[in-house]
């Protein structure tokens, strides 16, 4: 457990290295499974960083693995600028509340 619990940490460190030196780890309250970051730095809006652990585990062992991590530095680049926050796996959906109501062609709830 330990080897693959130093393995997720080196690859996010390797993912969050794209940033240079903006990016410091911190301890995640909230979460133990998650391994996070805070950045700090005047010309980004990214302000924290949030990597699951596990997640990171698959990435290690997938037969695609490389390209995923690949992606997820060139994503994490883009989205540096436009974001508060950086989380792996992004969370799916939105909820109830954020989704737009379905309407008819007169502003009437669609059946």
């Known amino acids: ?12 460190a390797a993912i969050v290295g794209v940033l240079s030196a903006v990016a410091r780890r911190v301890e995640c309250a909230t979460d133990s499974d998650a391994i996070c970051y805070a950045v700090r730095s005047r010309s980004l809006r990214l302000r924290s960083i949030v990597l699951n652990r596990a997640s990171l585990r698959r990435l290690l062992t997938a037969t695609n693995g490389v390209v995923k991590i690949e992606y997820l530095k060139r994503d994490l680049l883009r989205t540096a600028a436009h974001q508060a926050e950086y989380r792996y796996p992004r969370r799916r959906g939105r909820t109830a509340i954020e989704q737009p109501a379905i309407t008819d062609c007169c502003g009437a709830p669609a059946n």
Do not use: D, N, T, W
């Open 1 to 12: 457990m330990r080897i693959r619990k130093e393995s997720a940490e080196r690859l996010a």
